[in-house]
């Protein structure tokens, strides 16, 4: 399997989501007392984290079909 060069769009948005999923991991470890802000702020970095490793994660899901197509 090659290694894709991804555009320069690409490679912002990457670190927007990993970035923001950073900084949501954060602000939990510092929140107190307010369970359902917690519960939001964890999902929401989850889910930014994902975006963040989203080429990562279709290539495992290429994988898992036994796909051999790389785009």
Sequence with gaps: MAREK????????T???AG???FLIA????TES??????????CAVLSLAGA????????ARWFRGSEETA
Excluded: H, K, N, T
């Design 6 to 13: 991804g555009s320069y769009g690409q490679m912002i948005s």
């Design 15 to 17: 670190l927007c989501f």
């Design 20 to 22: 923001v999923g950073l």
């Design 27 to 30: 602000e939990v470890a510092l």
């Design 34 to 43: 307010d369970p359902a802000r917690v519960a939001a702020m964890s999902f």
């Design 53 to 60: 490793l989203r080429f990562q994660i279709a290539a495992v």
